[in-house]
């Protein structure tokens, strides 16, 4: 797990990046041709990390359900993100490592629910589910890459 974890962590620094890079216009412009935003890639791995970890283990989420609402799987950008929001949401980057972590550590992950995910794996335990994460995450940096393209 420690090199899961590892690589967990060194994708959402990369993620992080983009708040630092990008203005505010910048983060929320849906270039044509896309159906969301830098922001928008950011909130659905916060809010699918959160799904794939602690719902399918039975376990509190560490985030609202308006939050899961706007960038749940299917979803897409329907009104600007604001300066708050985006404060959160490069909160919540971070600091879920921290509360995956220790909630990993202190074994509160006890059952998992399989599942099989909307791209079609098949996620039969909890490590399944933490290398699905990253593989998840990296296909949304690589969306993230080509939209920045497009960003004056």
Same mark, same amino acid.
């Not at 990993?104 to 490590?127: A, D, I, P, Q, W």
């Given at each position: ?5 590892? @690589?967990?962590? +060194?994708?959402?620094?990369? &993620? ?11 983060? %929320? ?23 794939? $970890?602690?719902?399918?283990? %039975? ?10 609402e706007?960038y749940?799987?299917? +979803?897409?950008? +329907?009104?600007?993100? @604001?300066?708050?929001? $985006? ?23 006890? @059952? &998992?629910n399989?599942?099989? @995910?909307? +791209? ?9 589910? &933490?290398?699905? %994460? ?8 690589? &969306? ?9």
């Amino acid at each position: 797990m420690e090199s899961i974890f590892k @690589t967990w962590k +060194t994708s959402r620094n990369l &993620f992080l990046e983009y708040f630092d890079k990008y203005s505010l216009e910048q983060l %929320n412009k849906i270039p044509e041709g896309f159906s969301n935003n830098l922001i928008w890639n950011i909130g659905h791995i916060i809010v699918a990390q959160q799904a794939l $970890i602690y719902k399918s283990s %039975n376990i509190q989420e560490y985030i609202s359900g308006e939050l899961f609402e706007l960038y749940k799987p299917g +979803t897409k950008p +329907t009104e600007q993100t @604001t300066a708050d929001e $985006i404060k959160e949401l490069k909160e919540l980057l971070i600091s879920l490592i921290e509360k995956t972590e220790i909630d990993f550590y202190n074994k509160r992950f006890v @059952t &998992f629910n399989e599942r099989m @995910t909307g +791209t079609g794996f098949h996620l039969s335990s909890l490590k399944d589910a &933490f290398e699905f %994460n990253n593989y998840h995450e990296g296909l949304h940096l690589g &969306f993230m890459m080509n939209i920045r393209k497009f960003l004056s």
